[in-house]
């Protein structure tokens, strides 16, 4: 009931910054009443949250990213943003975007973000 797509990632060298994106498509739900979050996999491992935003707009970040990384929101657009600075080489992963609205989650197909060194 809810799609989500990624857009945005790419090659970047350290140091360097990255806007990846996230557009939420529903018949059923609104943007504004879902929870939003970034997480990002490497091979071989569990997802791991990144960043999460909330419907109020209350953020929160993995303490890897916290100063690096900002979520952000524009719900007229049903997008849900993360500005990635000061890129290190091991943020060079999968990016997934994931929608919480009512009681269930949906995951987008991931973007590649590689920081080359």
């Known amino acids: 009931q809810v799609q989500l797509v990624e857009s945005g990632g790419g090659l970047v060298q350290a140091g360097g910054s990255l806007r990846v994106s996230c557009v939420a498509s529903s018949t059923i739900f609104s943007f504004n009443a879902m929870a939003m979050g970034w997480y990002r996999q490497a091979p071989g491992k569990q997802r791991e949250l990144v960043a999460s935003?909330?419907?109020?707009?209350?953020?929160m970040y993995a303490d890897s990213v916290r100063g690096r990384f900002t979520i952000s929101r524009d719900n007229a657009k049903n997008t849900v943003y993360l500005q990635m600075n000061s890129l290190k080489p091991e943020d060079g992963l999968v990016y997934y975007c994931?929608?919480?609205?009512?009681?269930?989650?949906?995951w987008g197909q991931g973007t590649q973000v590689t920081v080359s060194s």
């Open positions: 935003i909330t419907r109020a707009g209350s953020t």
């Open positions: 994931k929608a919480n609205i009512a009681g269930r989650e949906y």
